[in-house]
């Protein structure tokens, strides 16, 4: 399965993810949503984030030029939110996984497709 099939089979075809994008750590997108203009250094900047939560808490995490307010994060999981929208991010071995979900789902809700390819990606060496 292609980088590009992982984003349109297993995270839009949920119906919980309404954007999304697979990177690696250096920020270089592997493959992205049509119209998800996400940067490297954005991305960047959000990785960094994932071992230095502080630069969340003070900056928000900024996807594709809109900026999201930090809720909570672990070296593994980064949480935003703006209005009736969020973002979820997990970190893999060599990876990160960004998404967007947009009302009515829910946060839980994307967590969950988002973190379950994770762990899949961790499992296959990603």
Not at 20 to 44: M, P, R, Y
Request: with cysteine.
């Amino acid at each position: 399965m292609s980088w590009q099939d992982y984003v349109d089979n297993q995270l839009l075809a949920s119906n919980c993810v309404a954007k999304a994008c697979i990177a690696g750590h250096d920020g270089n997108i592997w493959a992205q949503s049509k119209g998800f203009e996400v940067t490297k250094e954005e991305l960047s900047k959000l990785i960094s984030g994932f071992d230095q939560q502080d630069l969340l808490t003070s900056n928000g995490v900024t996807l594709a030029g809109q900026r999201y307010i930090y809720l909570s994060g672990t070296d593994r999981v980064v949480r935003a939110k703006l209005g009736r929208s969020g973002v979820h991010c997990m970190k893999t071995t060599q990876a990160v996984i960004v998404s967007i979900y947009e009302d009515p789902v829910q946060p839980q809700q994307a967590a969950s497709i988002v973190e379950k390819l994770g762990d899949y990606l961790i499992t296959c060496g990603y």
